[in-house]
């Protein structure tokens, strides 16, 4: 028999609600279509599906945004969670999601390192990269927060997975306040609003600047800069066929080696720009509102013009051919909308 896990009675303060809060559960739909339904709200952050002896997926949620964090307190009973290739392109979102523990605990496997967090901890999610975990019965205060906030106070750490202990007097800081953020988010003001978010920034870098290990990266003011700003250009210019080191030197006036330096931590730079243009066709492909579009038009219009290289390559990264990710991608909603933010998706599912 599964274990339900209702969300807490409200107390008289939380029955006044703030009119942008919205509010998602199962119960609101027949028993018949809550997999569908939950697995719908769910679905920015990952695949959701029963744990064995759970045939029916149960959960509720309070959503709330406030100065770019997206807070919400979420009830559910066990379940497993993934976010795959296929999940992130369709839903890619640059934020850390962090989890507050108030009941139940996750284990799970985040791209390589394994983590478990019981009551009263906090485990932090790249939502950028893979995972696949589990969690039992329980509630979560969890919260959205932009990457570039935490990069820039931190620099580049490896935060996914990362469990902050719940006897370290730093993570009971840290629960608290986020206790007290989604308790009184709603009466903030605009300004107020501002400093709550860069107050909890400060904290999370406090709690993480001591135990999250650094990921290489170049170690000069001017390296990690001419990283910034060659990964930028790249973005960018994905279609265009001359995009290479040789343009790059000349770009940013730099030589060989000072390129190959600032990435040689990810593979190189010939590497890096493959990586980033197969990643842009998967998400071409995946969409939906792409299926005219013949594989090789998406393909050269990321600069991946010889078609059996392509195919090759996009084999080995994700599993699957440029065919099989368009024949899913034909079958699922539409990505949302950079301009559509995870408020609008929730509100699709609220019940006021």
Not at 37 to 46: A, G, H, K, Q
Not at 88 to 102: E, F, G, Q, T
Not at 148 to 166: Q, S, T
Not at 185 to 213: C, H, I, N, W, Y
Request: charged fraction near 20%; glycine fraction near 8%.
């Amino acid at each position: 028999m599964s274990v339900i896990l209702r969300l807490i009675a409200p107390s008289e303060e939380d029955l006044i609600m703030a009119a942008t809060d919205i509010l998602i559960s199962t119960d609101a739909v027949e028993p018949a279509l809550r997999n569908d339904y939950w697995r719908e709200v769910t679905r920015p952050f990952c695949d959701t599906t029963p744990m064995a002896g759970a045939a029916t997926l149960e959960g509720a949620m309070r959503i709330r945004t406030v100065a770019g964090l997206t807070l919400g307190s979420t009830s559910f009973n066990a379940q497993r969670y993934t976010r795959d290739k296929w999940t992130i392109a369709r839903s890619p979102l640059d934020h850390y999601l962090v989890h507050v523990l108030a009941a139940g605990s996750i284990r799970g496997d985040f791209a390589g390192r394994g983590a478990k967090a019981a009551q009263g901890g906090i485990c932090i999610i790249d939502l950028s990269r893979p995972y696949t975990c589990e969690v039992d019965a329980g509630v979560r205060l969890a919260t959205t927060v932009p990457r570039a906030g935490i990069d820039k106070l931190l620099g580049a750490r490896d935060m996914h997975g990362f469990v902050l202990d719940p006897r370290l007097p730093i993570t009971r800081l840290l629960v608290n306040y986020l206790q007290g953020l989604h308790a009184v988010s709603a009466e903030l003001s605009a300004s107020e609003d501002v400093a709550v978010q860069d107050a909890l920034l400060t904290l999370l870098s406090a709690g993480l600047a001591g135990t999250a290990p650094a990921q290489d990266e170049p170690k000069s003011v001017l390296g990690r800069a001419l990283r910034a700003r060659t990964l930028a250009f790249i973005e960018t210019h994905l279609a265009d066929p001359r995009l290479g080191p040789d343009l790059l030197m000349q770009r940013f006036c730099v030589s060989r080696a000072h390129l190959y330096r600032a990435f040689a931590d990810l593979g190189g730079i010939a590497q890096m720009i493959k990586t980033r243009r197969l990643d842009a066709a998967f998400t071409a492909l995946a969409d939906p509102r792409n299926v005219t579009r013949p594989v090789a038009r998406i393909a050269a219009d990321c600069g991946l013009a010889d078609t059996g290289k392509f195919r090759k390559a996009f084999v080995a990264r994700f599993g699957m051919t440029p065919q099989d990710a368009r024949e899913r991608g034909s079958h699922a909603a539409a990505a949302p909308d950079d301009a559509a933010p995870l408020s609008s998706h929730f509100a699709a599912y609220g019940t006021r």
